[in-house]
C-alpha cells in the first residue's frame, strides 16, 4: 500500500478521509487512483486537487450517507454512479438500526477496499453481475438472529449466517468485525491470526478457485492440494470438528484450518499469498531496498522472510502477536508456487 500527499504536503493514507494536517476533505479519486485532496464545488460535488487530475467527482453513496467509505465516483457527461468501485459489489449491508452496526459495517468496508487494492495491484479479474462478470463477485455482511441476546440481531431471516463463499457470493458475519468477538473466536479456534482482512483473503480464495481452477486446472490442483471428492467436503468438515487438524500438520499446511480439505488449503494458501504480495508491497513504499511484492516467488520469500523478522521482532517489543507466523515449508512452497503461476496466467 503506497501512502499520499495532500495539496498542504502532508502524508495521507489510504482510509483517512480528512487531512489531519490542513483539515481539507480527501478520498479515493478514480480519475487518477490516489487519495487525493478534494475542493468542495458551489454546484455541488468535488474536484480532486492533485495537479495532474482535477476530476469532477461525486462522494460514494456509502461515504456521502454513512461515512463508511471513502472514495469517489466520477462525473462524466453529467453523471456518475452511485457507488464506487468497491461498494457496488455489496449485496446486503448490516442493519444499521442496530447500535454499533454502522462502525462494524465501517471496518468491513475498509478491509475490502484493501482488498480490492491487492486485487487490482496484481490485476487480477473480478466484475459484478451488472458487468455480465461470470462468476459475479457480490458480498453480503449480515447479523446472526439471536433476539434474546439483543446484539446480532438478523437484517435477512431468522438463521445463523456462516462466512463463506458460495458462487461468487461471499458471506461475512458482522460480528467479525467485533474486536473483543473475534479474539475469542481466535483464542477459542486456537488461531495465530483472525482479522477481517484475513477473512476477505481467505473467502476471495474460494473465488478465484472457482473462476482460475475449476474445469481448467484441477488436475495440477489435485496434484499439489489432493483430492476435493476423496473425503467430501462435509465429511472432511465433520472430521476437522470431532478429531481437529493432524499432529504435524506445520510442515503442510500454512494453517490448521488449511488440512480439513483441500479447497480449505487453497483459500488459506491464496489468503497467504495475497499476505505476502500486500505486505512486500507495503514494505517497498515504505522504502525497504530492493523489495517488491513484483518478483519471482524466490525472490518474493526471501523479501517476506527479511521484512517478516523484522516486523516479528518489533511486534515482540510492544507484546504484540507475530506479524508472520507460518514458515514456509518445501510443501507450503509448492502450493504458493500454484498459486504465483494463476495469478500470473490470469493477470497476463
Ligand atoms: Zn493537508
Ligand atoms: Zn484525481
Ligand atoms: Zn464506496
Ligand atoms: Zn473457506
Redesign the pocket.
Known amino acids: 500500500m503506497k501512502t499520499y500527499e495532500?495539496?498542504?504536503g502532508?502524508r495521507l493514507f489510504f482510509d483517512n478521509t480528512h487531512?489531519l494536517?490542513?483539515g481539507?476533505e480527501v478520498g479515493w479519486c478514480p480519475g487518477c487512483a490516489r487519495i487525493s485532496?478534494l475542493e468542495s464545488l458551489a454546484e455541488g460535488g468535488y474536484r480532486c486537487l492533485h495537479e495532474d487530475c482535477g476530476a469532477a467527482l461525486l462522494k460514494c453513496g456509502n461515504y456521502a450517507d454513512h461515512d463508511v467509505c471513502n472514495r469517489l465516483v466520477a462525473i462524466v457527461d453529467g453523471r456518475a454512479e452511485a457507488l464506487c468501485d468497491c461498494c457496488r459489489y455489496n449485496d446486503v449491508v448490516p442493519d444499521l438500526s442496530i447500535e454499533g452496526h454502522r462502525e462494524r459495517w465501517a471496518a468491513l468496508e475498509a478491509a475490502k477496499r484493501r482488498l480490492f487494492y491487492t486485487l487490482d495491484l496484481l490485476a487480477l479479474p473480478h466484475g459484478t453481475a451488472d458487468e455480465g462478470f461470470d462468476p459475479p463477485l457480490s458480498f453480503s455482511f449480515m447479523a446472526d438472529a439471536l433476539p434474546d441476546a439483543g446484539l446480532w440481531r438478523s437484517t435477512a431471516g431468522s438463521e445463523r449466517v456462516y462466512t463463506g463463499h458460495a458462487g461468487g457470493h461471499i458471506t461475512i458475519n458482522v460480528k467479525e468485525a467485533d474486536d473483543v468477538e473475534r479474539e475469542r473466536l481466535r483464542v477459542d479456534m486456537n488461531e495465530s491470526h483472525r482479522t477481517l482482512i484475513g477473512h476477505f483473503r481467505h473467502e476471495i480464495g474460494h473465488y478465484y478457485w472457482d473462476l482460475l481452477v475449476k474445469g481448467r486446472d484441477e488436475d495440477a490442483f489435485r496434484e499439489i492440494f489432493g483430492d476435493p471428492a476423496a473425503p467430501s467436503y462435509g465429511e472432511a468438515l465433520e472430521r476437522y470438528y470431532e478429531a481437529g487438524p493432524p499432529a504435524g500438520w506445520p510442515a503442510d499446511f500454512v494453517s490448521a484450518y488449511a488440512a480439513m480439505h483441500p479447497w480449505e488449503d487453497f483459500a488459506e494458501t491464496f489468503a497467504f499469498y495475497l499476505d505476502i504480495v500486500a505486505v512486500l508491497d507495503t514494505a517497498h513504499h515504505l522504502g525497504f531496498s530492493g523489495i517488491d511484492h513484483d518478483a519471482s516467488l524466490p525472490r518474493m520469500l526471501s523479501a517476506f522472510q527479511q521484512v517478516g523478522l523484522a516486523a516479528n521482532e518489533l511486534n515482540r517489543e510492544m507484546g504484540l502477536t507475530d506479524l508472520v507466523p507460518e514458515v514456509v515449508t518445501p510443501t507450503i512452497r509448492d502450493k504458493l508456487a500454484h498459486v504465483h503461476r494463476l495469478v500470473h496466467q490470469a493477470s497476463g
Open positions: 495532500c495539496v498542504c502532508a487531512c494536517a490542513c481539507h485532496a
